[in-house]
């Protein structure tokens, strides 16, 4: 089976740095995804890996090294609206058919 | 911009009703899926498919059954609903592209079973 890993809630201060990890057993590996959550919302994808690494999109990256299982993504400088709920999700089968972990909730405070 | 939306934002059924839940996309998306979200349980597989009438069960298709008739229109099909199924219902859908695993999402639909 598959299985993901990563922590239920984490704290933060406005205009700091995040960081969300996410440890995966699956029987096979194509991509590491991150998606966002607000409150009421629907997810929205906000990145990808496939390969070893760090992307960097804006004020989030994302980490990937597929030696270790292991991924992070990376907030830096804070913002209220950055409070939501994070999901990594890994495709190990094709046909971008992943499986979520159970989501971090990041709440960002004054 | 892609969209994804669903016939309901809120659905109250009582047990042993049929339900359905419908899911457009309008993005000519070839890989349609189905999930429902519990608190704590994050988002779970129900179903997905890649074609025109082609399905595959996800990770909890127990219950459920879909219909993808056409390539925009993947319906989720509830024969007899319970009370474990009220839950949110999340749509989606992607294209079939390499080194891409986006997924665009519907904006869900809570059903309550009665």
């Known amino acids: ?110 | 911009d892609v969209k994804v939306t669903q016939s309901s934002r809120y659905l109250v059924k009582r047990t042993g009703e049929k339900v359905f839940l419908e899911c457009v996309q309008d993005m000519d998306h070839e890989n349609m899926f189905w999930y429902r979200q519990d608190p704590g349980l994050g988002l779970r597989l129900i179903y997905f498919s890649y074609d025109v009438k082609m399905k595959e069960k996800g990770d909890i298709p127990e219950g459920y059954s879909v219909s993808r008739e056409k390539k925009e229109r993947f319906s989720l099909i509830l024969e007899s609903a319970s009370t474990n199924q009220t839950s949110m219902y999340l749509c989606a859908s992607s294209p079939n592209r390499e080194a891409e695993d986006t997924q665009y999402f519907g904006p869900g639909t809570r059903l309550t079973v009665l």
Not at chain 1, 9 to 28: D, K, P
Not at chain 1, 42 to 52: E, G, I, K, M, V
Not at chain 1, 78 to 105: E, I, P, R, W
Request: one cysteine or more; hydrophobic letters at 30%.
């Open chain 1, 1 to 110: 089976g598959q299985s993901l890993e990563q922590p239920s809630e984490v704290t933060a201060v406005e205009g700091a740095i995040v960081q969300i990890n996410c440890t995966y057993q699956t029987s096979g590996f194509y991509g590491l995804s991150w998606y966002q959550q607000h409150d009421g919302g629907a997810p929205t994808f906000l990145s990808y890996n496939a390969l070893d690494g760090l992307e960097e999109t804006g004020r989030f990256s994302s980490f990937l090294s597929r030696s270790d299982s292991y991924g992070y993504l990376l907030l830096q400088e804070l913002q209220m609206k950055d409070s939501a709920s994070y999901f990594c999700a890994v495709n190990s089968g094709g046909y971008q058919k992943v499986t979520f972990g159970t989501g971090t909730k990041l709440q960002v405070i004054p």
